[in-house]
């Protein structure tokens, strides 16, 4: 199992504003667009691993279309009753967890070979994500360049110090109608803030509000039809159940990067793979493999289980379940709450190679006391 | 003044994939397509600087290691978000089992 250590990077606070003082540090100093470590992987295989079909996705997306309509239909003719409670916990997780890792993989273009699949995949989970489309494209993008560096990194779930409360209400999805509601309305309104501005080309501007536009005007006609009906029915089903289905996309998400590095180059000091159970992995689409997927974000989520055997020599060992995941973090970020420097890093197996501490500038453990 | 270089032997590329070539301080795509003939553009994604070697091709398109950015190689159109500018192409030619490339 992994080894707890400390390190201290700069003393300084971070600002995670991304046209701040901690993104000029990080364009200064190299670590934006930097170059990353990757695992040796001979083209070959690696070709192998990249190739793409259509046949695992529209398996699952077939299974997962039926799940959901099948539990809507449910909630819908139970309605009224306690009958339709487990519908909408079924139904909620699929329209508000099982849609984040779709709307990632679609977004990569990674589940489907053929292209107009994996967009039409993309913008139905953008929706039930509450997300931009063009917008979150780019974010992701930024994400991938530039994974938790303070500063420019879009996607930081987690910030340190960390704001426990604001974790813990995330599991109830309440800040998506705080923020994410909100933000596609002023979108909508034509207006998008300096920070998006910084990672989406300006060329992209017009068509990330046209997609706001969009969005908002089925929240506007749900919220319509519910007034019509006299009846919650429709906004349970329609935007509703980021409120009560959120939990399992936060539950598996918030463990690919929480307590790690921040400001490094190489993915298994700031990413983390966990096994799952088989339930869990197939709404998450096998991002339990996160290491391996930020590596290689060309390899389709159903070779990850593959690529993660022929690179693990080379990674710290996987979380062998979300509990120990959890139990291993949360003395982490209890600790940042007071120095926010304070970090886990995972120890490498002998086979691996060494990271490159002179680079990362990692180890001062008597600066955490 | 364009020159014709030579890049690679025929057989250095396998069929629907992609090799590095430097030359003269700049680096290339060469592209052998699946119906066997072979292509050359810029050897950087044009969203980051990305080595496009690294990446998939899949009939027309390669697509970039870095974002999934999509490219036709054959024309350099760049095919969406998060590549919108397109790649240069240069000319390709076959000659005593090597492969040519136009430079200017
Ligand atoms: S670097 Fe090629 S798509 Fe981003």
Not at chain 1, 51 to 80: C, E, H, K, N, Y
């Amino acid at each position: 199992m992994s080894a707890v250590e400390v390190g201290n990077k700069t003393g300084s606070k971070r600002d995670y504003s991304l046209v701040g003082e901690s993104t000029k540090r990080a364009v200064e100093t190299g670590l934006a667009s930097a170059e990353w470590y990757h695992t040796d992987v001979p083209r070959k295989v690696m070709k192998e691993l990249m190739q793409r079909s259509d046949g695992p996705a529209i398996r699952d997306t077939l299974l997962w279309i039926a799940l959901i309509l099948g539990s809507a239909v449910g909630a819908i003719w139970f309605w009224g009753s306690w009958w339709c409670v487990p519908f909408f916990v079924v139904y909620g997780v699929l329209y508000a967890s099982s849609s984040d890792s779709r709307w990632h993989e679609c977004g990569h273009g990674t589940a489907f070979r053929t292209r107009w699949m994996n967009d039409a995949v993309y913008q139905i989970a953008s929706f039930m994500q509450m997300r931009n489309p063009v917008q979150w494209r780019w974010s992701h993008a930024r994400h991938h360049t530039d994974t938790i560096i303070v500063g420019r990194d879009a996607e930081i779930a987690v910030m340190r110090p960390p704001d426990l409360l604001r974790a813990l209400l995330s599991f109830t999805g309440l800040l998506d109608f705080r923020y994410s509601l909100p933000g596609l309305f002023r979108q909508a309104a034509g207006r998008l803030t300096d920070e998006e501005k910084s990672y989406i080309p300006e060329m992209e501007w017009l068509k990330a509000i046209v997609a706001a536009r969009w969005h908002v005007a089925i929240y506007v006609a749900t919220a319509g039809l519910a007034i019509y009906m006299r009846s919650f029915l429709p906004l349970m089903l329609i935007g509703g159940p980021r409120l009560y289905g959120t939990w399992h996309m936060v539950l598996t998400g918030l463990l690919q990067h929480i307590g790690l590095a921040d400001n490094v180059t190489d993915h298994r000091l700031n990413t983390r793979t966990v096994y799952m159970n088989p339930i869990s992995r197939w709404i998450y689409w096998n991002m339990n493999y996160h290491v391996e997927h930020h590596m290689f974000p060309m390899v389709p989520y159903h070779a990850l289980p593959r690529l993660h055997e022929l690179i693990k020599h080379d990674l710290p060992a996987p979380n062998p379940s979300m509990w120990h995941a959890y139990k291993e973090v949360w003395p982490v970020v209890l600790r940042q709450l007071r120095y926010e420097d304070y970090y886990l890093k995972r120890e490498l197996p002998p086979t691996a190679r060494p990271y490159k501490e002179e680079f990362h500038n990692l180890i001062i453990p008597a600066a955490a006391e | 003044m364009s020159e014709w270089v030579e890049a690679c032997a025929a057989d250095d590329v396998e069929e629907e994939d992609v090799i590095r070539f430097d030359h003269a301080g700049r680096t290339f795509a060469i592209y052998r397509s699946p119906d066997d003939e072979y292509f050359a553009t810029d050897g950087l994604c044009t969203h980051e600087k990305v080595h496009l070697a690294d990446g998939l091709v899949m009939d027309d398109i390669i697509e970039c290691p870095k974002h999934n950015g999509r490219f036709n190689y054959k024309t350099g159109a760049a095919k969406g978000a998060p590549v919108c500018v397109n790649l240069r192409t240069y000319p390709v030619k076959l000659e005593a089992g090597m492969v040519m490339i136009q430079l200017d």
